[in-house]
């Protein structure tokens, strides 16, 4: 059936819209959008295989040849990514079943989440750089009404930056469309990476490059752009602060993986430098903030900042190795960072509050939770038998190899960071004396607890079944080297 | 004709600059109305301001304008419009709950739970 990599953005989208009609009937609505969102697990675990069994899956929408229509590709990284994206959207999608309210379910709350994973499958599975575009603004669209949605002060506040921000950055997006337009005359990646090689890249080119890494740098928050997340994450409830910290940010660590990797991959002496540089200062300022803060919501915000910074790393270095750690180690943060968001939204639940030193001695009362944000913490921060530990080793070793010592060893000791932000959060919150809470002395919390239980079980799979996993990674990181698999796969020659 | 276009969006680009830098939380929407103002006519400038028909076939001209810049501004047009109307919502609604639209007194963390 060819026309399956569609179905991951088609499944989400029927079900947003059916949603639309039913908003006051809750139950309708949480069992139409859970099954709705198994089967987009479903159908994106078929393409994976799909992808694994015949290579590169493209798709002509409405028969035009590429590169004259919209051609959506499915490569192993994009498939692996939506798979990702599905799963991540299901466990906070329970999870908002308990947690989210009547008030936000009646009002469109479920139709949105699934214009958002609409937005996210669509960005990843595009070949089109316009159609890249529009998929980022279906899914900030969504991303805008999910973080206002309840309107509270902070939420208000908070929604007015986010949005300005997105809005200069997608008007940045069109102009740097504009302007690589008028030098190669196309808008189809593959055929872009095709003329921008026949050309040589010429210095406009690397200008163009430059303006997409700050586009995408805003949209994926690399150092000196990072600004406006951490209040921006700070205020939805958790299971929206969840998936964002899973998806939004790594949408545009995407984007500058696929812009490096396929159309600019020429000059790599300056580009490269310029984000190699970026990263290493984002991990830095990432892990400064990380330790910090004692606000726990903060901590783990900062953290996304750190790991966005891994991964950009991985890109700037550029070989086969690294570029696998990196799409290993993007997984791997994916998961983790929701089930850390989670975890910590069922915190504030028990207690009514994000400061730490307000909070001591959970695990008297709640050792199920406590030993999960154990688990979470160590995956984090990348203990050897469970999921963080590949990718980074992956990472610096090429990063060692290439001659990168420097940020090499910076992501050696941001891992050190990190696993003390972490466990700051652990021997503060869960260890010490039990205190009094406002919400009682047993709040339930089992319910709440499926999701990150979910996703911690996956990323312990992750890190012990690497020999699995890893034909997967190599092949995604096989595409990424070399771009000329890509490009005949959609211009078919 | 390109280069006036050039100074032209220039201009725009530099005055949505100076309005989103300033304090009055609409004249930063000014702004924003500018500088999506200023990328569409930079797509369209960048794209080529040949003389040619409107890309209609039956004018049967020997050249056509280049149609596709055309349909991409058509829609970043209509996001930029869907994303502005949501914008002067929410600035609505900030007003009536915060009761300012000064950008220096949206700070601090208040209501932070």
């Given at each position: ?24 009937n ?50 192993m990284?994009?498939a692996?990514?939506?798979?990702m994206?599905?799963i991540i ?15 936000r ?13 609409v ?5 990843f ?5 316009f ?19 309840g309107?509270t ?84 409830p ?11 940010t ?10 490096f ?5 020429h000059?790599?002496g300056?580009?490269?430098q ?16 990380a ?40 997984i ?19 207690t ?76 503060n919150g ?38 699995a ?25 | ?7 032209t ?50 004018e ?22 869907g ?20 950008m220096?007194r ?8």
């Amino acid at each position: 059936m060819t026309n399956l990599i569609l179905l991951p953005i088609l499944v989400p989208l029927l079900a947003g819209i059916i949603l639309i009609f039913f908003t006051k009937n809750i139950h309708l609505q949480r069992w139409l959008s859970g099954i709705s969102s198994l089967a987009t697990v479903v159908v994106s675990a078929f393409v994976l295989l799909k992808v694994r069994q015949d290579g590169i899956q493209t798709l002509a929408l409405s028969s035009w040849e590429a590169p004259f229509g919209i051609t959506l590709v499915s490569d192993m990284l994009s498939a692996l990514l939506v798979f990702m994206a599905s799963i991540i959207s299901f466990a906070c999608l329970i999870y908002s079943f308990r947690s989210i309210g009547e008030q936000r379910e009646r009002f469109y709350y479920y139709s949105i989440f699934q214009f958002l994973l609409v937005g996210v499958n669509g960005a990843f599975t595009t070949g089109d750089i316009f159609n890249l575009f529009v998929f980022f603004e279906v899914m900030l669209m969504s991303s805008y009404v999910l973080l206002v949605l309840g309107g509270t002060k902070i939420q208000l506040r908070e929604s007015i930056k986010y949005i300005l921000v997105n809005i200069i950055s997608s008007a940045l997006f069109v102009v740097a469309v504009g302007y690589l337009y008028s030098i190669v005359g196309t808008l189809n990646m593959a055929h872009i990476s095709q003329r921008v090689s026949e050309i040589n890249q010429p210095g406009i080119i690397t200008v163009i490059a430059v303006l997409f890494l700050i586009v995408f740098g805003l949209k994926g928050a690399i150092f000196p752009l990072f600004f406006w997340l951490p209040g921006s994450y700070n205020a939805p409830p958790a299971p929206v602060m969840a998936i964002f910290g899973a998806l939004l940010t790594k949408v545009g660590i995407y984007s500058i993986m696929r812009t490096f990797t396929l159309l600019f991959p020429h000059d790599t002496g300056y580009t490269h430098q310029i984000l190699s540089v970026m990263a290493i200062l984002t991990i830095i300022t990432g892990a400064i903030g990380a330790i910090a803060y004692w606000d726990i919501k903060k901590i783990i915000i900062y953290n996304i900042i750190v790991a966005v910074g891994v991964i950009a790393f991985g890109i700037s270095v550029m070989s086969y190795d690294s570029l696998a750690g990196s799409v290993f180690y993007l997984i791997h943060d994916m998961n983790i960072k929701a089930a850390l968001f989670l975890l910590v939204g069922i915190m504030i639940k028990i207690t009514g509050t994000s400061n730490l030193r307000k909070i001591s001695g959970l695990i008297a009362h709640y050792p199920g939770l406590g030993w999960t944000y154990f688990l979470a913490a160590l995956t984090v921060a990348g203990i050897p038998p469970l999921s963080g530990f590949i990718g980074k080793v992956i990472l610096v070793r090429s990063g060692f190899e290439e001659g990168h010592y420097w940020g090499a060893a910076i992501v050696l000791m941001s891992s050190l960071l990190v696993l003390f932000s972490v466990m700051k959060i652990f021997i503060n919150g869960f260890w010490g004396e039990p205190k009094d809470y406002p919400e009682g002395k047993k709040v339930p919390v089992n319910q709440l607890m499926i999701a990150p239980v979910l996703l911690v079980i996956f990323a312990i799979f992750y890190g012990l079944g690497i020999e699995a996993v890893q034909p997967y990674i190599s092949q995604a990181a096989e595409t990424l080297s070399n771009p000329d698999i890509y490009i005949n796969a959609v211009l078919k020659e | 004709m390109e280069i006036l276009m050039a100074f032209t969006i220039g201009i725009l680009f530099m005055s949505a600059t100076y309005l989103m830098l300033s304090k009055s939380l609409l004249r930063i929407i000014i702004g924003t109305g500018l500088l999506s103002h200023g990328a569409h006519l930079l797509l369209l400038t960048m794209a080529g301001l040949k003389r040619g028909a409107p890309p209609l076939l039956g004018e049967e001209a020997a050249s056509y304008a280049d149609p596709l810049p055309q349909a991409l501004i058509l829609t970043a047009i209509v996001i930029s419009f869907g994303v502005t109307s949501f914008f002067l919502v929410l600035a609505y609604r900030a007003y009536q709950e915060l009761g300012t639209d000064n950008m220096d007194r949206l700070r601090g963390t208040e209501g932070n739970d």
